[in-house]
Nanobody, 127 residues
């Protein structure tokens, strides 16, 4: 079992930056891929980016690559999502998730492939 806890959300203005954290605990997750997803009201859960815990390799949604960056700190057992130049359309609940059986060369983009989820943190971007 793996537990995930997100933090760092809030209300920001368009153009601002925000850094989210996802603290991981539980059984050995060294081979996992951890991912960030977001879900806006009335929309499906969307893959934002992720990181392979063992190697630090990162993966991104093509539409968000360049503004968003994922990294992880193995000492703190924490994954981060750095979000820059935020836009009102980025408003969503951001969730972190863990895939315990990831493909060896890429990260899954579908939420159904992730077994463990945090509770989410709200990000609201005002215009």
């Amino acid at each position: 079992q793996v537990q995930l806890v997100e933090s760092g959300g809030g209300l920001v203005q368009a153009g601002d930056s925000l850094r989210l954290s996802c603290t991981v605990s539980g059984q050995n997750f060294g081979h996992y891929v951890l991912g960030w997803f977001r879900q806006a009201p009335g929309k499906e859960r969307e893959f934002v980016g992720g990181v392979r815990w063992s190697s630090g390799s990162t993966y991104y949604s093509e539409s968000l690559k360049g503004r968003f960056a994922v990294d992880r700190d193995k000492v703190k057992n924490t994954m981060y999502l750095q979000m820059n130049n935020l836009k009102p359309e980025d408003t969503a609940v951001f969730l972190c998730a863990a895939d315990s059986h990831p493909p060896w060369s890429y990260a899954q983009r579908s939420a159904t492939d992730y077994e463990y989820w945090g509770q989410g943190t709200q990000v609201t971007v005002s215009s």
